[in-house]
């Protein structure tokens, strides 16, 4: 090796090592810059004082515990006690929970001695330790109390209306009505409504203890009220759960299935033609653009809401994904086996049965059960804009901004959903190929 | 074949062929039911999805282009407009294609770490690697509009709740492709730098990161197709962008489907678009790794 050859190859590798350096700093840097530009156009600054922090810790308490309502109607005096202040949450008539006592002044304990009295006449007295007792009187629209000028900020009060957020539980009284709020931890009802003879009763007296109800076992009795349990509607979700995984199946399987046959239009080997052969690859192309967000909201037009809209929308854009990687499969098919089938005399669909198809079964097998997958993911999302499935159910949990303990509930539902369909897929694909990932 | 052979006693001709179309009888069989069960499935599936649809599929199927053609002739009326609709929604599909750059920018971050924590043989605490798994599985199992609609919720409208939804959907799914990569991975390149004293993070760097990387990269531009039609989904629920100007749209219903029609155009375009650059480029690393 000569001295000139040595100086070349050194001052290559000098080049070399310049522009990895390069690289090496200049990726970053351009992400860095990009995400600093991100960073002002999302207007992350001013995020902050957007963001509703009330909003989060209601979220974040709410959707582990449940509170019960004590609310006092000012110009009837009746009392009502509910769960989450709904209707079908209320007690039945006669019952109350243990911790509200007395018939003419009403006590109830909220727990660390903080204690409100629904006195009558619509007054209210409020004992919190540490302040001094609060008496409240209702008047027509307005309120009579006795709170001193400077509150501490878990008071809020006008003459109209006044809030008392405690660690024990919340306060708000208005002119038409008195009502008391104390959170419990757990979704409460979650098996049985009050109104359920069941309620309250353990798993072990359900079970093997005596009847509750003469006219039915206890075992058909508690789960025909479970299922039927209003506050949590567990046959609704049950549904809804149906419908999505209906949709991503139908979707999926349907799309592959229209998807096979074109796909041997699109491909060079199966497709002599190539006009036929491009404007398969285009339509493939243009479903696949088009995309779910744009099929869903055209179909929706002509089918209406539901589960089948969104599995038709799934089902039309898969097609285009299907048909271009189920052609690209068949392009690579392999000659030799075909030949061989065809040396026996086998006919032309012959030879694409025992020639062509147990070659691309395994790959098509693998891509249509990953989309099967991936599908329930989709239809959740489809279904929410659609209306239809769990997505729907979801949104409109979310959408009343109250029932967070819901929206937890259907949040998990759907996580365990998604891994069952991966498993479900995963297990499929073992059993079906032979071959686990 | 193999049963006939492990049989013992010596067979003709003849009880070979009747063991063999046993089989295939029996394979036949097995074949035929599932294909029943299949069909059995999916024709049930279609009449329950039909029943519990608003309107059928047969009285709808005809109406299928109606909504297509109203917006198309309503758009060629006005199609002077179009060019001025197609500036004015322009700012949209950047914030669309922004929110799916970023999400998977940071997604792709957050995949790599989850991988290389998750992968035997290269995770810093072996301990932990089901740990690191399930965490990836259950990012990917979350479906984006879940997180969106809660953190609409909390942080008000806008791309930001969007942006982190997908991040955290793309982090768990690229976390689950990465880590297949990095499975396959040759070690001796870490044996070595381990030998030299480097760290964790230098053995990864150094290492493992330019094997994988094609491979990285590559999934992390199809995530990307994958995420800007994720990013206009959720601007129709709120969340900004693209998604949410044609939700806009269309709720005004007739007479402002020239803009419908022109936010159709930008989304199918820059769908379309992307999935070209992104296939093409992807075809040039995976071609690039074969040589």
């Known amino acids: 090796m000569t001295a000139t050859d040595l100086s070349l190859a050194k001052h290559d590798a000098v080049r070399l090592f310049e522009r990895k350096r390069l690289i090496g700093f200049g990726i970053p840097t351009v992400i860095l810059i990009y995400l600093t530009y991100i960073f002002f156009v999302f207007d992350l600054p001013g995020l902050a004082q957007r963001a509703n922090i009330e909003n989060a810790v209601t979220l974040a308490s709410d959707s582990w515990s449940h509170k019960i309502h004590v609310t006092r109607d000012n110009r009837s005096g009746d009392v009502t006690y509910a769960v989450e202040g709904e209707r079908k949450g209320r007690y039945p008539e006669g019952q109350r929970p243990a911790w509200v006592t007395g018939q003419d002044v009403i006590t109830i304990d909220l727990g660390g001695e903080h204690i409100v009295r629904y006195l009558p006449e619509s007054r209210t007295e409020i004992e919190i330790p540490g302040f001094p007792l609060i008496q409240v009187q209702a008047e027509g629209r307005n309120l009579v109390n006795n709170l001193p000028d400077d509150l501490p900020d878990w008071i809020s009060a006008s003459n109209r209306r006044i809030g008392i957020t405690t660690p024990e539980g919340r306060i708000t009284l208005t002119g038409a009505r008195t009502e008391v709020f104390n959170y419990f931890p757990g979704w409460e009802l979650f098996w049985f409504t009050l109104d359920s003879p069941y309620h309250g009763q353990g798993l072990g007296k359900i079970l093997f203890g005596e009847r509750l109800d003469p006219n039915q076992s206890n075992l058909t009795g508690a789960l025909s009220d479970w299922w039927n349990n209003a506050m949590w509607r567990h046959k609704d979700v049950a549904w809804a759960i149906g419908e999505t995984i209906l949709m991503a199946f139908l979707g999926t399987m349907g799309a592959a299935l229209i998807a096979l046959p074109l796909a041997f239009l699109a491909a060079k080997r199966f497709s002599p033609i190539l006009l036929l052969r491009a404007a398969t690859r285009r339509l493939f192309d243009f479903v696949r653009g088009v995309d779910a967000l744009i099929w869903t909201v055209v179909l929706a037009r002509a089918f209406g809401p539901g589960p089948l809209t969104g599995a038709l929308a799934i089902l039309i854009t898969d097609t285009g994904t299907f048909g271009k990687t189920f052609s690209e499969a068949l392009e690579n098919v392999d000659e030799k086996q075909i030949e061989g089938v065809a040396s026996t005399g086998a006919k032309p669909l012959q030879r694409y049965r025992f020639g062509v198809i147990p070659q691309v079964v395994p790959v098509l097998l693998a891509q249509v059960l990953y989309f099967l997958e991936s599908n329930t993911r989709s239809a959740t999302i489809i279904g929410a804009i659609t209306g239809g499935g769990i997505g729907l159910m979801l949104t409109q949990a979310i959408q009343t901004q109250k029932d967070w303990e819901e929206v937890a509930y259907y949040i998990v539902l759907i996580v365990v959903m998604v891994m069952f369909m991966d498993w479900v897929s995963g297990w499929l694909r073992g059993k079906l190929i032979g071959r686990k990932d | ?291």
């Open chain 2, 1 to 291: 074949m193999a049963d006939i052979s492990l049989g013992g006693a010596p067979q003709n001709v003849g009880s070979i062929q009747s063991h063999y179309m046993a089989q295939v009888q029996r394979s036949r069989l097995y074949g035929g039911l599932t294909l029943l069960v299949f069909i059995v499935l999916m024709v049930s599936g279609f009449n329950v999805a039909d029943d519990r649809n608003a309107g059928g599929f047969w009285d709808g199927l005809h109406q299928i282009g109606d909504y297509p053609a109203d917006v198309l002739s309503e758009a060629w009326e006005k199609r002077t407009d179009l060019p001025g609709l197609l500036a004015k929604y322009f700012p949209a599909l950047v914030e669309t294609i922004n929110i799916a750059a970023v999400s998977t920018l940071i997604g792709a971050i957050g995949g790599l770490f989850l991988s290389l924590l998750g992968t035997r043989g290269l995770a810093k605490w072996p301990r932990l690697i089901p740990l690191f798994r399930r965490i990836s599985d259950v990012m990917r199992a979350v479906p984006e509009i879940v997180i969106a609609l809660v953190l609409i919720f909390v942080l008000g409208g806008g791309p930001v709740p969007a942006m982190i939804a997908i991040a955290i959907h793309t982090a768990g799914a690229l976390g689950k492709m990465f880590s297949e990569v990095a499975e396959n991975a040759d070690l001796k390149p870490v044996e070595g730098l381990t030998s030299t004293g480097a760290t964790w993070s230098q053995c990864m760097l150094l290492g493992v990161l330019p094997q994988v990387a094609p491979n990285y990269v590559s999934y992390t531009l199809l995530r990307f197709e994958i995420n800007i039609r994720a990013s206009a989904i959720l601007g129709f629920v709120g969340a900004g962008g693209l998604g949410y100007e044609l939700r806009n749209a269309m709720a005004w219903g007739p007479g402002r489907f020239d803009e419908a029609g022109a936010i159709f155009i930008l989304l199918f375009g820059t769908i379309v678009f992307f999935d070209q650059v992104s296939s093409r480029y992807r075809n040039r690393l995976t071609e690039g790794q074969g040589q």
